[in-house]
């Protein structure tokens, strides 16, 4: 067993490494999802279903961390 200290020296890390990898995941994705933006061709159903799946994301993400 470790100590008290030693423990919350290791979430810490643990956490500082999720974060890094989170911002890390984030910017992949919006440098992908900027390429396919610039390759597909929005029309009036393409876009609304872009609007749908923003609002699910949003909603998840929201779900997720307890916020709005």
């Not at 890390?24 to 900027?34: G, H, I, P, T």
């Amino acid at each position: 067993m470790g100590t008290i200290q030693g423990n919350l020296l290791l979430s810490s890390s643990c956490d500082q490494k999720l974060i890094s990898m989170d911002e890390e995941l984030w910017f992949k994705a919006e440098e992908r999802a900027q390429e396919i933006l610039c390759i597909v061709q929005p029309n009036v159903v393409s876009e609304a279903n872009r609007k749908k799946i923003i609002d699910f994301v949003q909603r998840m993400i929201g779900g997720y961390y307890g916020g709005e």
